[in-house]
């Protein structure tokens, strides 16, 4: 891959305790809707979501979220923060209108490239954090919790809303979830569809801090990766992989047929007609504000 390296100083005097220092910023020339960031001092690279107005998640932004583990893992990068540059958003999950009315070949190497893009970060070697300052419903709960650690800003929600939506988290969904949030907890709150309050998720464990602000979940996240540093990479990536690999395997044996029942799903004139008055009342919500 083509990568573009800049070298940008960032001055980080206006945070307390931090020393001066910089930041590489490696981009494909491609790069529309991500910012990747490498921190010179302490080696920790920060992939920002940037796809205004809320980060949903279509398959550019997909392939780019992908670009971006590769490099940070090829440049052997001490972990990954994944943020938003949202003051309200962290993503709000798949994008919709992949889904709504799709086109055959699109809407196929959409989900691809959700499967793959998960499978990579769940599966990633190096420590993962999600600095949450935003709304994480759906698919933005699941990028936060195929992270190792979770931080996140007061008075946001955090769940997997998909019933409401009329449609199915898939499995592998919820068995990331589940890592974090007891089984019990998890049934009743997926099959409402319920989204969790910062202080709701923090309660029952779907994140593990709550800070004020997005410097602060930074901070955070570079402690939680930063806790590593006695440890062998090597070691710590194969013991991380014991506990994650049985939905690796169980996804990647179950490609194609995860792919058919998404498909068969989604084109059901029933889910269509849900997904349509969803994003009609989006769209009304929007216009009110
Ligand atoms: C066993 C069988 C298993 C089978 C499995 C099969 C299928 C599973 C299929 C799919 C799984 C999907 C998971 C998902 O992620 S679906 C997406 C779910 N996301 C949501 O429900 C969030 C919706 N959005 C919101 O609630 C709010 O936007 C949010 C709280 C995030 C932010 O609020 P805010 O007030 O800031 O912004 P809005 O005014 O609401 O929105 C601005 C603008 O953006 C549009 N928009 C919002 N969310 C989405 C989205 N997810 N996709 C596309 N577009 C979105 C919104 O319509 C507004 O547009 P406009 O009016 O400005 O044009």
């Known amino acids: 891959m083509n990568i573009i390296r800049t070298v940008r100083s960032v001055?980080?005097?206006?945070?307390?305790?931090?020393?001066?220092?910089?930041?590489?910023?490696?981009?494909?020339?491609?790069?529309?809707?991500?910012?990747f960031e490498v921190n010179d001092k302490t080696g920790i690279a920060t992939l920002t979501l940037n796809r205004p107005p809320v980060?949903?998640?279509?398959?550019?932004?997909?392939?780019e979220m992908r670009n971006c583990l590769k490099d940070a893992e090829t440049n052997k990068?001490?972990?990954?923060i994944i943020t938003s540059s949202s003051n309200s958003v962290f993503t709000a999950g798949l994008d919709l209108l992949e889904m709504y009315q799709p086109q055959d070949e699109r809407v196929k190497s959409f989900w691809t490239a959700l499967q793959s893009m998960w499978m990579e970060l769940y599966g990633s070697k190096i420590p993962t954090a999600a600095a949450i300052n935003?709304?994480?419903?759906?698919?933005?709960?699941?990028?936060?919790?195929?992270?190792?650690?979770?931080?996140m800003l007061p008075n946001f929600t955090i769940g997997?809303?998909?019933?409401?939506?009329?449609?199915?988290?898939?499995?592998?969904?919820?068995?990331?979830?589940?890592?974090?949030?007891?089984?019990?907890?998890?049934?009743?709150?997926?099959?409402?569809?319920?989204?969790?309050?910062?202080?709701?998720?923090?309660?029952v464990g779907l994140v593990d801090d709550v800070v004020n602000t997005k410097e602060e979940a930074i901070a955070k996240c570079e402690q939680f990766i930063g806790?590593?540093?006695?440890?062998?990479?090597?070691?710590?990536?194969?013991?991380?992989?014991?506990?994650?690999?049985?939905e690796l395997q169980e996804l990647e044996q179950q490609r194609e047929k995860d792919?058919?029942?998404?498909?068969?799903?989604?084109?059901?004139?029933?889910?269509?007609?849900?997904?349509g008055i969803y994003l009609?009342?989006?769209?009304k919500k929007s216009k009110k504000q």
């Open 55 to 63: 980060n949903s998640l279509n398959l550019e932004l997909l392939t």
């Open 227 to 246: 806790s590593f540093k006695n440890v062998n990479p090597y070691a710590r990536a194969l013991t991380k992989q014991q506990f994650r690999i049985k």
């Open 160 to 203: 997997l809303n998909e019933t409401l939506i009329g449609i199915v988290a898939p499995k592998w969904f919820v068995s990331a979830f589940l890592n974090v949030v007891p089984r019990r907890v998890a049934e009743q709150a997926i099959t409402q569809g319920k989204l969790f309050t910062t202080a709701e998720a923090h309660n």
């Open 134 to 151: 935003g709304h994480a419903p759906a698919g933005g709960c699941l990028i936060a919790t195929a992270c190792e650690y979770r931080v």
């Open 11 to 35: 001055a980080f005097s206006s945070i307390p305790n931090r020393t001066l220092s910089t930041t590489r910023s490696l981009s494909t020339p491609s790069a529309q809707y991500t910012a």
């Open 259 to 275: 792919l058919q029942i998404f498909l068969g799903l989604i084109m059901q004139p029933s889910v269509q007609k849900a997904m």
């Open 77 to 80: 990068c001490k972990g990954l």
């Open 280 to 283: 009609e009342g989006l769209k």
